[in-house]
């Protein structure tokens, strides 16, 4: 059964710092991952989308790399702002019984202190 | 393009009412999603469409949901009756065809609290 862990649940950083989420998932036949980004009160927006084939994705300040054989994954957020403050999730693609679907972690809360 | 709508955003009964939430996905997507996050827990997988069949029902827990797709556009989830332990926030997402390779799209979710 697959599962999804992210490390650390909450990070507090100061404005302008680098800094790194971490995503683990225990089974490796995964077709893709996604990352994620909720703000209070409101749905999930996409960050990255990364294939199994691929090992990093990159969109502007964002950058999100994929072992599928060590089962990880880090976004890297670069000068972290205020406006980054917010609950990252990452989610792996599986298709388990011939039809997909995607198995979330439980999201690191992030908050990026001015 | 706009983006997936669900209806309504809160929603508070009393246990044993029923509920219906609604989700409008982005025009000419197939794929259509429901997940639920309950209370300190991770947004897990109900079910699956693809245009108005079920794919996979796996994840509903019980035969209190009912979720429907007529025509392949709107889709609703039905619980009834409800329980103390529905209350979560449910959420909507679609995608075209060929999810594997495509982004997965939410709405902002109806927040179900059953008192």
């Known amino acids: 059964k697959q599962e999804v862990t992210q490390i650390p649940a909450a990070l507090s950083v100061p404005e302008g710092e680098n800094l790194v989420l971490n995503c683990s998932f225990t089974?490796?036949?995964?077709?893709?991952l996604q990352w994620f980004r909720q703000d209070p009160g409101k749905g999930l927006t996409s960050l990255l989308l990364?294939?199994?084939?691929?090992r990093e994705q990159t969109s502007g300040r964002l950058n999100a790399s994929l072992d599928k054989s060590s089962g990880r994954s880090t976004l890297y957020i670069a000068a972290s702002q205020p406006g980054d403050s917010a609950t990252y999730l990452c989610?792996?693609?599986?298709?388990?019984?011939?039809?997909?679907?995607?198995?979330f972690g439980t999201g690191t809360r992030l908050k990026v202190l001015a | 393009e706009a983006g997936v709508t669900q209806f309504p955003s809160h929603s508070v009964i009393e246990k044993g009412q029923t509920v219906t939430l609604r989700c409008d996905p982005i025009s000419g997507h197939d794929n259509l999603y429901w997940y639920r996050r309950v209370m300190g827990k991770e947004i897990k997988f109900l079910l699956h469409f693809v245009k108005e069949s079920k794919q996979d029902e796996s994840g509903m827990p019980n035969n209190r949901f009912l979720a429907e797709r007529t025509g392949g556009t709107y889709s609703t989830l039905k619980v009834q009756p409800a329980e103390l332990e529905d209350s979560g926030v449910y959420f909507c997402?679609?995608?075209?065809?060929?999810?594997?390779?495509?982004?997965?799209?939410f709405g902002n979710g109806t927040r179900l609290t059953v008192t």
């Open positions: 989610a792996v693609g599986v298709k388990p019984s011939g039809t997909y679907k995607y198995i």
């Open positions: 997402a679609s995608s075209r065809r060929g999810v594997a390779n495509s982004p997965l799209h």
């Open positions: 089974d490796s036949a995964i077709y893709n």
């Open positions: 990364i294939q199994s084939s691929q």
